[in-house]
C-alpha cells in the first residue's frame, strides 16, 4: 500500500514524536470518515517549528503569528450553502493518486496547546490532521453551520480511532 501522506520533516521533534505513522492513520480515517477510498488520493505534510509556520502564515493570510496547522487545497471543493456537504473530490488511481493539497503542521504551538488542553501530543495531533484533511476536503468553520457540519464530522473519525471528543 502506498503511503497517503508526503511529509516533509523540517523539524527533528516531529521525527522523534512518530509523525509520519500517526499522520497516515488520522488522515486515512479523515479521507474514509468523509465516505472516500484513501487509496485514490495524496497529501503533502511539512512538520515544522513556528518560526516556520508563521512565515507561513504571514505569506498567506496576512498573519505574522505561529498557529497549529494550516492547509493549502488543490482546489476549492466547499459547497455553496451554508450547512452543505462540500464537493469531494474524484480518487485517482493508485498509480497517480488525486492530490487533495498540502498541510503544515507547527511543533511549538501544537506541543503548547496539547498541555494546555490536558491532552496528549498524539491525541492534539491526530486531531489537528483530522481537521486539516477535511479542509483540504471543503470543510470549513468560518460560518456556524459549517462549523456545525466540520465539528460533527471530525468528532465521529476522531472517535473511530479512539480520540474524545475535542470540543
Known sequence: MAALVDIVIEDARW?????????????????AG?????????????????ARIAALNSDFRGRAVPTNVLSWPSEERGSGIAGGAPDLPEPG?????????DIAIAWETCARE????????EHHVTHLVVHAVLHL?????????????MEATEVRILASLGVSDPY
Request: glycine share 10%; with cysteine.
Open 15 to 31: 521525527e522523534a514524536f512518530g509523525l509520519e505513522p500517526l499522520t497516515e492513520r488520522a488522515a486515512r480515517a479523515a479521507l
Open 34 to 50: 468523509a465516505g472516500l477510498d484513501p487509496a485514490g488520493f495524496e497529501i503533502s505534510l511539512m512538520a515544522c517549528d513556528d
Open 93 to 101: 488511481s493508485e498509480d497517480e493518486p488525486e492530490p487533495l493539497g
Open 114 to 121: 496539547a498541555q494546555e488542553q490536558g491532552k496528549t501530543m
Open 137 to 149: 476536503l471543503g470543510h470549513d468553520h468560518i460560518e456556524e453551520q459549517d462549523a456545525t457540519l
